[in-house]
């Protein structure tokens, strides 16, 4: 997704304009925006808006799809006639249509269609001058993206809009509603609720997604929910003049035996130029060389200033990297924007707080930013970050640091502070840097990306991580994601294992990944395969080393539910299974020392794998699939026996046990009878020795 620089600032333009609003009609900034937002977003390409009227919302909205290289239908007889209300206590029906009876409707098409070229709309939006009924037919070839009713607000006009328009709606399209506390359009709008997902409301507004309500739908429109929630606010801010004259912007400085840098540090935070007050707090935490006295002392030499001030805190005993930064970060809560620095790092452009500051005023869908880092290795030779360099577009999501970490230092961040308060304190129980601070920040708002490196991010061979071994970095990182995904209650749960997965990647021909026991299945976690579902829970509830891997190839047959769904559906039900269940991708970089399979299929899937690896295997031959008397069966069933990895089979009915003998496929003792029930491997004992 990317959102052009300048919306912000056109749709602030145009709402600015008197003439576009009076007492019948017009949306304010805060809501306009919120549609320009979504359309962005989703990239939506036909916007159609049912009662135009002046055209405050239209031309605000259609800057939007101006970006998308979409088009803006407005749709409006122009006509007292049709405007009139109805639907209304006396008082207010009398108001409104004296109202509209002194309205010259020609005038005011007239200025709209001039509006067009002014706001530079010219091809974008197009007027249609009928009623909606009459302009419905229109849309059936073109189909719509996003529709706003907000036409004769009367009930069966209501009605008839919804009825007309919402078929040409596509899958994932939005519709909006204004005056939705009128009880002639709170009907419709509460029937277009039943199949649609509400994304955000007011007493008056609401914005619905046109979407099944499946689990990964409703989580996904959570997350827009409250990032539109935000957005509200900020802008209800704007609307209200409530922004500060001067902007207050603290600058969090982490420190810890940083004595060789922190100087340059502080001197290039001294050194910003710009339109703000600066504040810079500095936590330092019990440090076992000069680091304190270094600060104490460029404190009280440093020349005093109305515009810059110092807070020290500094700890009495060591706290530790996470409870100090938790420490700073609520230090820091109370200004308008905040950027963090870690004591090693310094900035190289003087303009950078002053850039950031003009970035977040005018993308208030932005709960942070960030600039390019520049790489000090230890030889002190520079380099810049080439996944940064990689990066297409300024604007970006959960999705998008939860699939690899973008930003990758909290130096170069800069972050809109209210939302700090929103950082629960369990966050920090965790071991928690940049990374997971700007995951959770980017479920509050997107985040912005300065294409500019002024940030020196300096490789310290003391540092947490940049001076531990590639192993063991990588080892603490997937149990850190397994950390975050529970922490996030398994949201994001695809674009974290993703990641996990391409972090398991051999080191000098070592495994990250060494289980005792690994299952692989074609329709687990579904909850309707019940007996597949008690058993390898079982398992993942006794063992500590075992992991299941699905491939969700048969999953179809059970339902609409996807493999995704089901499997962060369990893992919310089964919190502590964590890590032990994924999709089936690859089993490059998995080792274990017995592979388990259900039912034949997967056994004879699987046979040669488990042969490439020389990994000892056992199944199970369950009732339903495995049939009696088949010359093809019979021929993958020896094909599977006559593994050299073979160890044991289970069966649970005797006629099984009796076949399997009868037709010398195995021996007694590879074969493991239990009389329909599962039970954990460890109490039947039938783990080989490896």
Known sequence: MQLDDTLFKRIKNIQSNPLLFDFCGGLPLSNCYLMAYLACYFNLKNYVEIGVYKGRSLFSVAQAFKDNKGKAYGIDPYSVNYAKEYDLDENLKKQINNFLNNINFEAIYAQVLNNINAFELS??????????????PYFRNVGIDMLYIDGNHDRKEVQADINNYTPFLRDGGIIVFNCINWPSVNYGYNQCKKDCIVLFETEGFGILIKKIKTQKNLDAAKSMSQKL??????????????????????????????????????????????????????????????????????????????????EYLRSKKNLGMVKNLKRLIRACSKSKYTALIDGDDFWTNEAKLQTHIEFMENHPECSMSFDNIIIMDFENKYILSNLQQQLKGNIFTTHDIASINIIGNLSCCFYYSKYFDKLPDKLFEMFVGDWMINIFYSQIGD???????????????????????????????????????????????????NLRNLMTQKIDNRYLENYDLVIIDDVFPHPLSGLRYQEFLSYLEHFNSMKV?????????????????????????FPKTRGKLE?????????????????????????????????????????????LN??????????????PCFGKVIVTKQVFYDYLISKHFCNPEQIIFILDETSPLLKLNIIPTI
């Open 123 to 136: 091809g974008i939006v197009e007027i249609i001058r009928r009623t909606s009924t009459e302009a419905a």
């Open 229 to 310: 929630q935000n957005l509200y606010l900020r802008l209800l801010e704007i609307e209200n003049n409530r922004e500060e004259e001067k902007i207050n912007v603290n600058v969090g400085v982490l420190a810890y035996n940083h004595e060789q840098y922190i100087v340059q540090c502080l001197n290039s935070i001294i050194a910003q130029k710009g339109n703000f007050n600066l504040k810079i707090i500095i936590c330092e935490d019990n440090s076992t060389d000069r680091t304190a006295q270094i600060i104490d002392n460029y404190i009280k030499n440093t020349p005093t200033s109305q515009n810059i001030s110092f």
């Open 447 to 497: 985040i912005g990306n300065i294409r500019n490196a002024m940030t020196i991010y300096r490789k310290n061979i003391h540092g947490i991580w940049t001076g531990m071994d590639g192993y063991k970095a990588k080892k603490k990182t997937m149990a850190f994601i397994d950390d975050y995904n529970q922490f996030l209650n398994y949201t994001y749960d695809e674009e974290f294992t």
């Open 549 to 573: 891997l699905s491939t969700g190839s048969n999953i179809h047959l059970l339902g609409n539910e996807t493999l995704e769904e089901l499997i962060i559906s369990f893992k919310r039900r």
């Open 583 to 627: 999709r089936f991708s690859s089993f490059n970089n998995i080792n274990c020392k017995l592979l388990y399979f259900a039912f034949s299929e997967n056994a004879i899937l699987f046979v040669a794998l488990a042969e490439e690896r020389s990994i000892p295997f056992i199944f199970t031959l369950y009732p339903g699939t495995f049939c």
């Open 630 to 643: 088949n010359a093809q069966v019979d021929n993958l069933l020896k094909r599977v026996i006559s593994s």
